[in-house]
């Protein structure tokens, strides 16, 4: 093992490299352009021994990779933004043909207004691909989950394609000191590949992908739904295992600082967790009971978790950095369906922030906290309330 | 579980959309004595329902032909004709 | 030449499949399984060629085939290619795709996999319409003919797909017909014997698209090369040669009047005399820069 000191696109490529991926099929987008560059040049040097497709567009990128993993193959590409948007029919095609792609989603907001900077908007625009959700922290973690993302996709009772998360820039071009795995260590923890049991044998004719009537359309989808689920399971298994072989683990699904106690969480996925983790640390040196629950995975949605996680608390400030006009924001509304039916139903209070890179202090943290909390305590409706406004939310009505 | 595969991976069968022969409205009957065994009808059949024997000898598989006439049409002798299917 | 009786008995595209009557496409599928004997493996784009397999669990194709979306055939091909040489398996990948899925919106993705040489052999086959959805007009659908979104006739004439391929220099580009399957096979299997980018355009008249009898398919493919609407020909490594039937229509008095092929087809039942003369133009046009391309240049484009 190694400690070095890299970018958070850096971890991408080297996970990559040390999960031994056969195809890569990429097109470049800021803030991802570095992952698929480096990638190149280890191809280029001989260090990887992978095909790399230098495709046209996001939509080929991801065509390639489904082309790829249907011939067995270990397949990867990364994307951001309008990458992911364009290849968006693709990645729909990759989860409903349950081939087992991992992609790194540099994430960065939509346009217009152009925009190369962080928001969310892109990767929880495909929540309902069918493909697993993974959202990093720390370079660190980029680099754990990258690894950890292919065996996920690639259990037997999973068999969906991944996506890593990262913030664009936030993590994209943070430099961090990492530990890096022993190839060997890899190795034992992420077999060569095997093609899945359905690839596309060359000596055994079958078409793939045809047309299912309706007596059969929905079987299918509900196979892809139960694979979701069994990803709960597999997703907290590997980062146990992960933990016994590097002793780093990150709490399977959820990520919780400092919940034991707490009385109000802050929930969010994604870099800013260390943000609201440093805004808790200085809540709590003032007496406020607080936590942060950072969602490691948006997909599978970590509904028992999360009802487990908040119970006893009072109220919870759910932290969007993206937008869904008109609803108004996903995580949001997405926590609020999942505790619904909890037994004592904690305040839910959502906040947007952030979008198109924002900057998002602890000290907004903190105010989202205590706004948290005189909600809940007036028992005000826990609507959703912008943070870092210009002239203030009624200054745009 | 629904006992399917993981995806819709469909395997070869003949008569995958049934026996398509139903779909006739017209009948190609060959006239063996007037056959000269060119197999342009085996050859031109979209539906691969006209069998080739060994000897070059060619039948219409009744059960999958669809009637489309094409192999009447390319009959250099005029060995086929068409008929109305009768019910 | 290959002969008719060498070709194998064996069917790679099992009858009572879901084609229509006197389907073009299917008779091309046939042809391409016995031009191969069965050892390649296919990738099908959203066209009819989707419907044509029929409905889960069964299929009529005794070859692997990956389905995907109606833009990605170039692209999957490439993956599923650099797969298979990972796995060290040198079978032919091939793709099948429609006019709408090559000349408009594949033609992306195929550009690209024939920039970079990809080793696949993509092959259109050429309705000159999107039929799938109901015979919409596409860029293949020549000028004059009825669509349903041309309910007058389409005003342009054909995107040239051949030539704009060849322009990317790749080692082998064809074109040919559902009438001349011996061709067809040939030209298939030279594609095969030959590695990079290869493709070939099938011309594939369609009885419902294109309003004639099912049994006219093979007549009306016949029709559009005697008259020289649609012209065999083969480039490669940049070298063009006219081919089969073709070669002897560089004489223009050796090509049939053009009407005999529009009154074979309902489509174009509609034109009236400034139309036809128009297509007469086109036709005549693009026969003397072939000549002119191969008796000045010895037929090469580059
Ligand atoms: C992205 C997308 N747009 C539209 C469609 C609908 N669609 C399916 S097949 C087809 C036309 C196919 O035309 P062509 O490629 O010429 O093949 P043909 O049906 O004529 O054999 C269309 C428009 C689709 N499946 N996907
Ligand atoms: S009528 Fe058509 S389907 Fe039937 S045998 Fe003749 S060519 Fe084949
Ligand atoms: S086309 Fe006519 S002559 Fe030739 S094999 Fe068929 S029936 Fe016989
Ligand atoms: S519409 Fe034309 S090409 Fe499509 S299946 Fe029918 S005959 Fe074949
Ligand atoms: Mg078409």
């Known amino acids: 093992m190694s400690r070095l000191v890299i970018s958070g696109n850096e971890a991408v490529a080297l996970g990559v490299k040390l999960s031994r991926v056969q195809v890569v099929a990429a097109y470049p987008i800021t803030p991802q352009t570095a992952i698929v560059e480096k990638i190149a040049e280890y191809v280029e040097k001989g260090e990887l021994r992978a095909e790399f497709i230098r495709v046209e567009s996001e939509h080929s990128a991801m065509a390639a990779c489904i082309g790829a993993a249907a011939g067995g193959a270990r397949a990867f590409t990364a994307t951001s933004s309008q990458g992911l948007l364009y290849m968006s029919e693709m990645v729909f095609w990759a989860g409903g043909a349950r081939l087992p792609i991992v992609m790194a989603v540099v994430t960065r907001a939509l346009a217009p207004p152009w925009s190369i900077w962080c928001d969310h908007n892109d990767a929880l625009s495909q929540r309902d691909s069918g493909w697993v959700q993974l959202w990093a922290e720390s370079v660190q973690e980029v680099l754990d989950m990258t690894i950890q993302a292919f065996r996920v996709a690639e259990d037997e009772e999973v068999l969906l394609p991944v996506m890593v998360c990262l913030d664009g820039f936030i993590l994209s071009h943070a430099y961090e000191p990492a530990d890096i795995p022993e190839q060997s260590a890899v190795d034992s923890f992420l077999p060569e590949k095997k093609p899945a049991p359905y690839w596309l044998d060359p000596s055994k004719p079958a078409a793939y992908c045809t047309i299912a009537a309706p007596d059969t359309y929905m079987e299918f989808r509900y196979e892809m739904y139960r694979a979701m689920k069994n990803a709960e399971r597999v997703i907290k298994e590997v980062d146990e295992e992960w933990c016994r072989l590097t002793g780093r683990s990150y709490g399977g699904l959820v990520d919780c600082y400092r919940c034991d106690d707490a009385e109000v969480a802050i929930l969010l996925c994604g870099a800013w967790a260390g943000d609201a983790k440093e805004a808790v640390d200085i809540l709590r040196r003032k007496g406020v009971k607080a936590g942060v629950v950072r969602l490691r995975a948006t997909r599978p949605f970590p509904t028992e978790d999360l009802r487990a996680v908040v119970e006893g608390m009072d109220a919870l400030a759910v932290v969007d950095r993206s937008l869904s006009p008109g609803l108004p924001s996903i995580l949001w509304s997405e926590v609020r369906a999942a505790l619904y039916d909890s037994v004592k139903r904690v305040y839910v209070k959502g906040f947007i922030a952030g979008l198109g890179g924002r900057d998002v202090t602890p000290g907004d943290f903190i105010r989202i906290v205590h706004s948290t909390l005189e909600g809940f305590r007036r028992g005000e409706p826990g609507e959703v309330e912008w943070i870092g406004l210009r002239g203030g939310e009624s200054g745009h009505h | ?87 | 030449m290959v002969t008719i009786k060498e070709l194998t008995r064996e069917e790679y595209w099992l009858p009572g499949n879901s084609s229509c009557p006197g389907c073009p496409a299917a008779l091309g599928l046939r042809m391409l399984g016995k031009a191969l004997e069965g050892k390649f493996v296919l990738v099908v784009p959203a066209s009819c060629t989707t419907v044509i397999q029929g409905i889960y669990p069964a299929t009529p194709s005794r070859v692997p085939l990956l389905n995907i979306a109606f833009a990605a055939s170039a692209s999957a091909a490439s993956g599923l290619r650099a797969a298979l040489r990972i796995r060290g398996l040198k079978v032919p990948v091939v793709v099948w795709a429609g006019d709408g899925g090559t000349a408009d919106i594949g033609l992306q993705a195929l550009s690209g996999a024939a920039e970079r040489n990809e080793d696949i052999l993509y092959i259109c086959y050429d309705n000159e319409a999107y039929q799938n959805t109901g015979i919409q007009r596409s860029g293949a659908t020549p000028y004059g003919a009825w669509t349903t979104t041309t309910p007058l006739g389409k005003r342009e004439h054909k995107k040239d797909v051949p030539m704009i391929v060849a322009a990317h220099g790749v080692p082998y580009v064809a074109t040919a017909s559902i009438a001349y399957p011996l061709d067809f096979v040939e030209k298939v299997r030279k594609a095969a014997s030959k590695s990079g980018f290869r493709y070939i355009h099938l011309h594939a008249p369609c009885p419902v698209g294109w309003r004639f009898p099912p049994s006219k398919t093979v007549e009306v493919g016949r029709l559009a090369v005697e008259t020289g609407m649609w012209i065999l020909y083969e480039i490669e490594d940049g070298v063009l040669r006219l081919t089969g039937r073709s070669r002897v229509l560089l004489d223009p008095s050796k090509r049939k009047p053009i009407e005999e092929y529009l009154r074979a087809q309902g489509r174009f039942s509609h034109l009236d005399e400034r139309d036809v003369e128009e297509l007469k133009r086109y036709v005549e046009a693009r026969w003397r820069e072939l000549k002119k391309l191969l008796e000045e240049r010895g037929g090469c484009l580059r």
């Open chain 2, 1 to 87: 579980m629904s006992g399917l595969p993981v995806t819709a991976i469909a395997t070869p069968r003949r008569g995958a959309a049934g026996r398509t022969g139903l779909w006739r409205v017209e009948r190609p009957v060959i006239d063996h004595s007037r056959c000269i065994k060119c197999l342009l009808c085996w050859l031109y059949c979209p539906e691969g329902a006209v069998v080739r024997h060994e000897d070059n000898s060619v039948e219409i598989d009744y059960d999958y032909c669809k009637g489309c006439g094409i192999c009447a049409n390319e009959c250099p002798v005029r060995a086929i004709t068409v008929v109305a299917e009768r019910e």
